[in-house]
């Protein structure tokens, strides 16, 4: 059921559902003769919203914005962009009219109208960062699991919640892949691990076709996961996501010491016939670009010169890499891709910045299942605070990223983090699937592909990289968001 606040004759008539209570965080007030609506926090489930002349409807259900007996026609460049996982702005809604709420979006009703207005979010009085962690991690209550990867972001929340007296249960998965070691040990909590078929987090045989939007791995499979490390204890699951993203540096922005001599010892500013002074390091760094020895583009025959002083290039917008897209997919996936690229710049640039690090890792990568420390407000304002020297140094050569994470796990004797990118758990698990059932798939994908009879793909193409291992291996994601959007097409048609 929508919600539906229209003003008529001066008078607000008004139709609440249970979305308000319903959802964390979603503020719905009435209050005499307007109406406001808007969310104080990102990680909870999507409200979406339709504004019209003097009425407003909105609610968390996408398919009663539908009209009855209708159904959800993706355009092709959205499929294309949903394989090869380009995130939609985070207001983005396939439906016409329809948009997302969104932690920087208000929505007001009153006798002038509806008015819909975008600015950053307010966020609260900052504190330590690990004093609002240990708070947010206190809102699940005494005992909850800590999902343990081995990395800095975990390994900093089973820390905090050991220091704080928390019955936190640390668990990991042990999903047996190749190569995998044992997360590092946490004092006063022993992680447990659990063991967990790496397949059956993405396995697409469980996509149906009755579900509204495509699914895609990069978010069904962490909530497998999530239920999986919880078990039968019906115990909130913890996670880390985003947290080390919001502590984040780079190096341009990293404090570099007297006349800039720390980036002497760093690459790629020492390289031989690179760079002729420190003076050149710097303007180059500057300028936010470095090109690759022996490829500067425009240079046929290639050379290690540097281009100091000229404007850096114009931001990639992309075309396909993957070598699948027909001349039409290559069109339609160029012209989508391009126009969610202007206006996620257009919000991330009104953002604070840690603001629009957490809104676009939302929409990258989930994390349903699971409660985040780094949506809390609080937290946000914590990192918010932090300066950039805090977050990150130029030490013996290297960027050291993440300190005020590093500083407090250094300090509890925690040592041999895992550096392993937030995404190379998932890349691994549809690897080894894609590896395991490659030849069932390759029979599905030559019986029909639904994105080859739109013309978007060519399949042969697709064919001959599920029997490379190499290339498998090296587009596994694609790969497999591939497979899932292919079987949701055909089972819903």
Known sequence: MLGV???SGGVLRHTAPSVAPAVPGLRAELTGASFRLRRERAHSRPVYFRAGYGRLEFGDDLAAFLPPGSKLEPEPGALLALMHGQAAPADHSPLPGVRRLTLDTEVRVDAGGVTVTQSPPELPVPRRLEDAVRDALARNGDDYVIGYSGGVASAYLAVVAAGAGHRARVVHADLGLPGQRPPAAVPLLDPRPVRVDPCALVDHHAVTGSELLPPLPEFVAPRRLHAALSGDTALPVVSGALLASLVSVKLPDVPRGPRSWRLLTCEPFHLSGTLGSLADAVELLDNRVVYTPGRRPGSPGGTDAQRVGAPPPPSPT???????LTEEGRQAYETAHRGSMAVWQDRLEALQPVVGTLLGGLEERGADGASLPAADPEVLAAADSLPLRARGRIRRGALQNHLPLHRVVAAAGVDGLSRASHGHWLRMCAAAYLHRERRKIAA???????????????????????????????????????VWLDRWLKERS
């Open 318 to 324: 992309g075309g396909s890499r993957l070598g699948w």
């Open 5 to 7: 606040v229209e003003m």
């Open 444 to 482: 599905e994908l030559s019986g029909g592909c639904a994105l080859g009879d739109l013309g978007l793909i060519e399949p042969g193409a697709v064919l001959a990289d599920l029997q490379d291992g190499a290339a498998l291996s090296a587009k596994a994601l694609p790969l497999l968001r591939l």
